[in-house]
T-cell receptor, first 115, second 114 residues
Framework: NAGVMQNPRHLVRRRGQEARLRCSPMKGHSHVYWYRQLPEEGLKFMVYLQKENIIDESGMPKERFSAEFPKEGPSILRIQQVVRGDSAAYFC?????????????FGPGTRLTVT | AQKITQTQPGMFVQEKEAVTLDCTYDTSDPSYGLFWYKQPSSGEMIFLIYQGSYDQQNATEGRYSLNFQKARKSANLVISASQLGDSAMYFCAMRGSNDYKLSFGAGTTVTVRA
C-alpha cells in the first residue's frame, strides 16, 4: 500500500511533555502538508514543506510547534510542552505537484490527547 | 484568502434517496479548485470529487456529482442513491491558484436511515 502513512495513530501525552508525529508521504510525492482538526471543526492548515524546506508555515502557532521534512525519512511535526488545547487530530497530506488542481492525499491522522 | 461556508451542520436522508450538501465559497484568486472529502466515524479523510474553476462541465464520480455554479460561488455535492455507508461528515474545501493550502468548511454530518 503506497498511501500516506502516519504514526502513531493515537498518542497520549501529559501536559508539559513533547509530542512527535510522523508522516511518510505517498511514493513519488515530495510535497507535504500538515493540518489540525479540533473537535467538531474542519481541518486547519498548519504548514507546507518540501524536502529540507519549509515553504509556508503561516498556520503554525508561533511557539512550541515545529516541523521538518528531512532529505531522508518522514516528515515530523513536533509539539513541545504540550497543553490540553493541543488535543486534536493531526493530519498529514501529500501531493505529487504543488499546483492547485492536484489532489492532496491524506493520511489516517494522529489523535493526540493531552491529559 | 479563501473562505468556505457549509451552512448545514447535520442532515438525515432515507436510504436510496438523493441528498444535496451545500457549499459556498469566496476567493479573489482567478483560478481555483474545489474539493469534497468524506470523513467517516473512523476518522480518515477520503477524497470524493474535484471541480476546477475553469471546467466547463460539472464533475461526476460514480454516485457523487458536483453542482458548480460559478456566478453564485457555490459547489454543492449531490449524493445519489444514498447507502448506509454514506453516513459520515462531509467537508467542502478549496485551494486558490496562489495558495498552497486547502481551506475547509465546518462540515456537514449526513446520517442515512434504513
Amino acid at each position: 500500500n503506497a498511501g500516506v502513512m502516519q504514526n502513531p495513530r493515537h498518542l497520549v501525552r501529559r501536559r508539559g511533555q513533547e509530542a512527535r508525529l510522523r508522516c511518510s508521504p505517498m511514493k513519488g510525492h515530495s510535497h507535504v502538508y500538515w493540518y489540525r482538526q479540533l473537535p467538531e471543526e474542519g481541518l486547519k492548515f498548519m504548514v507546507y514543506l518540501q524536502k529540507e524546506n519549509i515553504i509556508d508555515e503561516s498556520g503554525m502557532p508561533k511557539e512550541r510547534f515545529s516541523a521538518e521534512f528531512p532529505k531522508e525519512g518522514p516528515s515530523i511535526l513536533r509539539i513541545q510542552q504540550v497543553v490540553r488545547g493541543d488535543s486534536a487530530a493531526y493530519f498529514c497530506a501529500s501531493s505529487q505537484f504543488r499546483d492547485f488542481n492536484y489532489e492532496q492525499y491524506f493520511g489516517p491522522g494522529t489523535r493526540l490527547t493531552v491529559t | 484568502a479563501q473562505k468556505i461556508t457549509q451552512t448545514q451542520p447535520g442532515m438525515f436522508v432515507q436510504e436510496k434517496e438523493a441528498v444535496t450538501l451545500d457549499c459556498t465559497y469566496d476567493t479573489s484568486d482567478p483560478s481555483y479548485g474545489l474539493f469534497w472529502y468524506k470523513q467517516p466515524s473512523s476518522g480518515e479523510m477520503i477524497f470524493l470529487i474535484y471541480q476546477g474553476s475553469y471546467d466547463q462541465q460539472n464533475a461526476t464520480e460514480g454516485r457523487y456529482s458536483l453542482n458548480f455554479q460559478k456566478a453564485r460561488k457555490s459547489a454543492n455535492l449531490v449524493i445519489s442513491a444514498s447507502q448506509l455507508g454514506d453516513s459520515a461528515m462531509y467537508f467542502c474545501a478549496m485551494r486558490g491558484s496562489n495558495d498552497y493550502k486547502l481551506s475547509f468548511g465546518a462540515g456537514t454530518t449526513v446520517t442515512v436511515r434504513a
